[in-house]
């Protein structure tokens, strides 16, 4: 089976199950573990929806986005045919003929409907591959309303914390969250391209680093 894989998963399986060839007759889902249930209700409703695709098998299985392009590099073949990656994997990806390009029409919709950033994030050369579901990283803070008052500021909730007796977690030992700290007070990242005699071309940090 020609492999078909996309960023996006929730209410994507009538887009992408166009890609998928005629002689198929199963067709494997990876997700996160905690959608599951979801995406067998979601699948249970595009069937409905679209009778000629509800004679397929469809299998759900857990595998989330962190794993995915490392498990279809393994082996294609037993791979996913929609499954979700991080952007930064589809190069890999692409390199090792386990994503089919976006048929035009289809590239033209989601151009039309997604940012630039977006549209680029799927793209390689100038071929899409895949089907964006953001073009942002992020941060979110889920906490107690009973416990944490004022959530403006992280010396309030840690003080709400400690008037409860209750502890607060924030994972440090990222690079991905500790520029939190630096970009929440007014720091600006810049980077310069430099070449250095018989060395490859490489980027170098080297202002504006408030700490």
């Not at 599951?36 to 009778?51: C, H, L, M, R, S």
């Not at 082996?75 to 499954?83: K, L, M, N, T």
């Not at 630039?116 to 591959?129: D, M, N």
């Amino acid at each position: 089976m020609r492999k078909l894989a996309t960023i996006i998963m929730a209410g994507a399986l009538a887009v992408t199950a166009m890609g998928i060839t005629a002689n198929a007759d199963e067709i494997k889902v990876w997700v996160a573990d905690n959608v599951v249930d979801f995406t067998n209700g979601q699948i249970e409703a595009f069937k409905e929806a679209n009778p000629d695709y509800a004679d397929y098998d469809y299998v759900v299985e857990p595998v989330g986005e962190g794993d995915a392009a490392g498990n279809m590099i393994t082996d294609v073949e037993a791979g996913a045919d929609i499954f979700g990656f991080a952007q930064d994997q589809i190069a890999r990806l692409v390199s090792a003929g386990a994503l089919i390009d976006v048929e035009p029409e289809n590239a033209e919709k989601v151009k039309a409907e997604n940012d630039p950033g977006a549209v680029a994030a799927a793209t390689v050369g100038e071929t899409l591959y895949a089907y964006p579901l953001t073009s942002d990283n992020g941060y979110f803070l889920y906490y107690d309303k009973s416990v944490v008052k004022d959530p403006s500021s992280l010396e309030a909730i840690v003080a709400d914390c400690e008037a409860a007796g209750k502890n607060f977690y924030m994972e440090i030992n990222s690079g991905w969250y500790q520029t939190a700290f630096f970009f929440a007070t007014g720091a600006d990242l810049t980077y310069d391209t430099a070449t250095l005699p018989h060395a490859m071309p490489i980027m170098l940090p080297i202002r504006d680093l408030l700490l």
